[in-house]
Nanobody
Framework: QVQLMESGGGLVQSGGSLRLSCAAS????????MAWYRQAPGKQRELVAG???????KYADSVKGRFTISRDNTRNTGYLQMIGLKPEDTAVYYC??????????WGQGTQVTVSS
């Protein structure tokens, strides 16, 4: 069982930056895949970025070139660095992880609000 805790959300002006963190309660060496999803009001949850245990990443087209996902196995933490934020990036951001048994875990979410 892995618990995920996000932090780093907040209010930022358009063009600003934030770094989200996802701290895992267990070694993330047991985690095959980590990702960040987001959900805006009235919209479905969508994949923002993902990273596998080998470091291969994928991004939604809407965030390519602006967001960077990473993981620090020594700190059992995943990150989402966000630059050039836009009002349309406003959402609750969720950390997701799947272990090698393919069990899924979700964090509680952190609010990101980008003002114009």
């Amino acid at each position: 069982q892995v618990q995920l805790m996000e932090s780093g959300g907040g209010l930022v002006q358009s063009g600003g930056s934030l770094r989200l963190s996802c701290a895992a309660s267990a070694s993330i060496l047991s985690i095959k895949y980590m990702a960040w999803y987001r959900q805006a009001p009235g919209k479905q949850r969508e994949l923002v970025a993902g990273i596998d245990s080998g470091g291969t990443t994928k991004y939604a087209d809407s965030v390519k070139g602006r967001f960077t996902i990473s993981r620090d196995n020594t700190r059992n933490t995943g990150y989402l660095q966000m630059i050039g934020l836009k009002p349309e990036d406003t959402a609750v951001y969720y950390c997701y992880a799947a272990d090698f048994r393919l069990y899924n875990y979700w964090g509680q979410g952190t609010q990101v609000t980008v003002s114009s």
